[in-house]
């Protein structure tokens, strides 16, 4: 099938290229020129397990196509996927403005009957709204599909080439049979490919995250009234996990959640649910524990330094928001970094993939490392901000043998206690 995928970010290019290993020609169009040059180079502007491989191969093999033109696109495609921006606006809403602008001109190119698909995690009611805007511009016959993602950044590729599910939102018989066949060399092992209309589809996304991220946000305030109780959050965690009507995904405490989806769509879903009349009141709450989850371990510090950090030397280990990412957005350093300045802390960071977005998000006041170790000189305490794997079996003879003061604050909850401590390490962890 020809396809066309307006918008090469984390979703855009994941989309895209998995789209083109699967058989398909694929046209990828986006405005920046410097990331176009990249990717027609067969680099990928971001880091995702597995995605590099799959685009050098698809290019190659001239499945692949990378261009800024959007009219060669839309006329060269049978289905448009928009995975477009829609970054939180000040009011906590979507702010739709590049899927709007995109979808007039859409409408403007197109020369037949087009399906166009919503990729991007848009309130409910944007589906009518491109309909529109499209239908003003055009003659020709079109359908509009929601087909929000799942994908996890760091597991993204492996997340669409074996989907737990493919939702499909739309009412249109000759659009469904369209998205039935491109989804089905993807769904042969029998997981659910499920149909419903287009307002379902756009809220499901909406719904699923905000529902992960409630059970992150319970789990962190069972983790804070545990140590308050005296109780261990990975006992508990054990003992809830192991009910089949709770799971075990989603319930390790830490220091709050970040990324381009949790943050954006929680906010997002309870900027619609006060517009519709109803809000939602444990949603509230929710964001209330995270943006206070993510300052406890500073917290911590504060009260191990008996309240100075000025001129001591913390050790960040991790800036992205999860392992396996080079992503930042709304990430538990940028917060930990913005209170430690405060405090006249001297901060030393290393993360795998994640410094030169950091340092582009934060400027001057961080000193970045390569290397785990030499970020640890003469530190006064070590924060784990990010599990990343090379982080959870370290040197800690090593570790100690560096540091000004032997302390660990354990964002992650990745060590045993008991053995930290019997390395010579002060140990603080969440919840235990």
């Given amino acids: 099938m020809k396809l066309s995928v307006i918008g090469t970010g984390y979703v855009g290019l994941v989309v895209g290229t998995c789209f083109a290993e699967g058989g398909n020609d694929v046209i990828c169009v986006d405005v920046d020129e410097r990331k176009i040059d990249m990717l027609k180079r067969g680099e990928s502007p971001i880091y995702e397990p597995g995605l590099t491989e799959f685009l050098k191969k698809n290019i190659e093999e001239g499945r692949l196509t990378f261009t800024n033109d959007l009219e060669h696109a839309v006329r060269n495609s049978e289905a448009i996927f ?35 698909v919503t990729k991007s995690t848009v309130p409910v009611g944007t589906g009518d709204k491109v309909k529109e805007i499209v239908g003003r511009m055009t003659k020709h016959e079109f ?3 929601s087909n929000p993602e799942f994908l996890k950044e760091g597991a993204a590729v492996n997340d669409f080439m074996k989907p737990d599910r493919v939702v499909i939102g739309t009412r249109s018989p000759r659009a469904r049979a369209i998205m039935e066949d491109l989804y089905a060399p993807f769904v042969r092992t029998g997981n659910p490919l499920i149909v419903m209309d287009e307002r379902s589809s756009e809220l499901t996304k909406y719904a699923a995250n905000s529902f992960l991220a409630t059970k992150v946000s319970f789990m ?30 989603f319930l390790f405490a830490g220091i709050g959640y970040g990324g381009s989806c ?17 809000p939602l009141r444990i949603l509230d709450a929710v964001e209330l524990v995270n943006r206070m989850q993510k300052t406890v371990i500073v917290e911590k510090l504060k009260t191990h330094m008996k309240g100075d950090l000025k001129g001591k030397v913390v050790t960040l280990w991790g800036l992205s928001f999860k392992p396996n990412t080079d992503d930042t957005r709304e990430a538990p350093a ?3 970094i913005e209170a430690l300045r405060k405090e006249g802390a001297v901060i030393h960071a290393h993360d795998p993939e994640a410094m030169p977005e950091m340092k582009r998000r934060v400027g001057d006041g961080v000193k970045y490392f390569d290397n785990n170790y030499e970020a640890l000189k003469g530190a006064d305490a070590l924060i784990i901000v990010t599990e990343w794997n090379e982080f ?8 100690r043998a560096l540091m000004r003061s032997a302390v660990i604050f354990d964002g992650r909850n990745i060590y045993d206690p008991a053995r930290i401590r019997d390395k010579g390490f002060v140990y603080y962890g969440i919840g235990r």
């Avoid at 979507?94 to 979808?103: E, M, P």
């Avoid at 804070?224 to 109780?229: A, F, S």
């Fill in 82 to 116: 928009l995975a477009l921006p829609t970054p939180q606006a000040e009011d906590g809403s979507a702010d739709l403005q590049h899927v709007l602008d995109v979808a007039e001109k859409i409408g403007r190119f197109m020369n037949g009957y087009k399906v166009i």
């Fill in 143 to 145: 359908d509009i599909v």
């Fill in 220 to 249: 962190n305030e069972i983790a804070n009234l545990c140590e308050r109780v005296g109780a261990d959050i990975d006992m508990v965690r054990k003992g809830m996990g192991s009910d089949p009507r709770i799971g075990s995904q």
């Fill in 262 to 278: 949790f943050p954006k769509d929680v906010s997002a879903l309870l900027k619609t649910s006060r517009i519709s009349g109803y």
């Fill in 334 to 336: 940028l917060t930990i």
């Fill in 392 to 399: 959870r079996r370290p040197d800690f003879d090593r570790m």
